[in-house]
Structure formats: C-alpha cells, structure tokens
C-alpha cells in the first residue's frame, strides 16, 4: 500500500529536549516537506526537499531542522523546541501537484 | 492580506443538503486549484483538481472555477454524514513534473447533521 507514515503519532515534551519526528515513503517521490498546522492558520510549510541531500526553507523553518540522506525519509529534529512550537505535523510528498500526506504528528512542548 | 482565504465555518447542514464551499484568492499567477478533505485526526486527501475556469463534476462533488474573479467554489449534493470533515482549498501557480509550492486555505469545517 503507497503511504507515508510518521513516528510518533502523540509526544509530550518539555521546553529544550531535542526530539526528531520520522517520515518515511514508499512511494519513490523526489519531492518531501512538512508542514504544521495551527488553528486559524491552516497548513504552513517548514521546510520541503527536492531530492537527497536537497533541502529549503519553507514559510516558518525557524526553530527546525531536516535532513534528506536516502530519499524515503524525511526527519523532522526540533533541536531545542519551545511551547509555540506545539502543533499538529504532517509530512508530505508531492508528485504532480498532488500532497500525500502522512496521518500527522500531535506535539506538545510544556 | 493572506493569498488564499477561506471561511473557516464550522458550516452544519442536514443530511440530504447542498454544501458550498468556497475560496478567495489574490495572486492571479494561481493555475491550478485544488480540493482536499481531512478527517478528525487524518491527514488531508485530495478530492479534486482543476485547472481551467469553469466546472469540473465528480460524483456528487463539483469543482469551479472562476480565474477572472479569483473565486473557486466546492459543491457538494445529496451530501451525508461522511462528508463531515474540514475542507481545504489548495492552489499552485504551474504544473510540471518539477516541484511546486503549494498554498493551501485555511479549510473549512463541514457537519452533515442526519
């Protein structure tokens, strides 16, 4: 079955640990990103990447970071997350201008 | 000014209703205009793509455009109680097999009451 998933689904952290939400495709698409979403806001892209070892900025890449090293996986590290980084996740790819998305990571930082 | 607008509802009809939906959008180099529908919980899935102006039919759902308005439109017959979920209006300025960004509404939440 063609998907994307995400680990983990639910995390409760506290201000300042570094964490890493995992993504991974089976789909062999080049091109990944991730998003959060926030109410009110609606989807707000992070960071996206074009291929391995390719990655830019999305709209809100502060406070992020990605890496790209074999092309089904696209982690997602919060170095030293803070509260207003609370939100829902998702990790995307994109074929054709069409979004798959993964089922979405619920982050909280206290 | 957000490029894309959308009334975030929640919109609640009976069972058996007519839904429109609709987006507003103020960059003219959007081309292709899409609709994606999320579920509690879920991550969002397409539901349709469109790219002229005009109407676009699949099933119970039709698409339209309206480029010289800047106005697309998600309409929903005979709806039902599955069909609650949030809506997100989606637009990208080119299509190619190269990447491109996609803006996304802020979607609109849908209640079909039975």
């Known amino acids: 079955e063609a998907q994307v998933t995400q680990n983990p689904r639910y995390l409760i952290t506290v201000t300042g640990k570094k964490l890493t939400v995992t993504c991974s495709q089976n789909m062999n698409h080049e091109y990944m990103s991730w998003y959060r979403q926030d109410p009110g806001l609606g989807l707000r892209q992070i960071y996206y990447s074009m291929n391995v070892e390719v990655t830019d900025k999305g709209d809100v890449p502060e406070g992020y970071k990605v890496s790209r090293k074999e092309k089904r996986n696209f982690p997602l590290i919060l170095e030293s997350p803070s509260p207003n980084q609370t939100s829902l996740y998702f990790c995307?790819?994109?074929?054709?201008?069409?979004?798959?998305f993964g089922p979405g990571t619920r982050l909280t930082v206290l | 000014q957000k490029e894309v607008e959308q009334d975030p509802g929640p919109l609640s009809v009976p069972e058996g209703a007519i839904v429109s939906l609709n987006c507003t959008y103020s960059n003219s180099a959007f081309q292709y205009f899409m609709w994606y529908r999320q579920y509690s919980r879920k991550g969002p899935e397409l539901l349709m793509y469109?790219?002229?102006?005009g109407n676009k039919e699949d099933g119970r759902f039709t698409a339209q455009v309206d480029k010289s308005s800047k106005y697309i439109s998600l309409f929903i017959r005979d709806s039902q109680p599955s069909d609650s979920a949030t809506y997100l209006c989606?637009?990208?300025?080119?299509?190619?097999?190269?990447?491109?960004?996609?803006?996304f509404g802020t979607g609109t939440k849908l209640q079909v009451i039975p």
């Open positions: 469109t790219y002229s102006s």
């Open positions: 995307a790819t994109y074929y054709y201008n069409e979004q798959f």
């Open positions: 989606a637009m990208t300025q080119g299509n190619s097999g190269g990447y491109q960004k996609v803006t």
